[in-house]
């Protein structure tokens, strides 16, 4: 059975950073999968935010997200980060991290069946 545990959430003020963690408890071969962090704000739909390839290649971020967030992947630690700068109210959410077999291409960020917890990130203005 697949784990993944995401940490580094918590409060911050607008403009500020955090840094995301989602460490992959064993049970699969890191290195072989994508992964990707998506995030829900109350009363909305889970949304996609980012997403790296296996080999941590390539990178595909979401609009709202895109040049101040950056996911990257260790698969030495079998972890993944999503670096998350100049925070805006609008980013507040659970962030969750996802694992997916097949590889990411652009365009394509359906989530794979692999789910984390979740962490709050919350931004005040």
């Known amino acids: 059975q697949v784990q993944l545990v995401e940490s580094g959430g918590g409060l911050v003020q607008a403009g500020g950073s955090l840094r995301l963690s989602c460490a992959a408890a064993s049970g699969f071969t890191f290195s072989n999968w994508g992964m990707g962090w998506f995030r829900q704000a109350p009363g909305k739909e889970r949304e996609f935010v980012a997403a790296?390839?296996?080999?941590?290649?390539?990178?595909y971020y979401a609009d709202s997200v895109k040049g101040r967030f950056t996911i990257s992947k260790d698969n030495t630690k079998d972890t993944v980060y999503l670096q998350m700068n100049s925070l805006k109210a609008e980013d507040t959410a659970v962030y969750y991290c996802?694992?997916?077999?097949?590889?990411?291409?652009?365009?394509?960020?359906?989530?794979?069946?692999?789910w984390g917890q979740g962490t709050q990130v919350t931004v005040s203005s």
């Open positions: 790296i390839t296996s080999g941590g290649g390539r990178t």
């Open positions: 996802n694992a997916r077999y097949k590889p990411y291409k652009l365009g394509d960020y359906q989530a794979g069946p692999t």
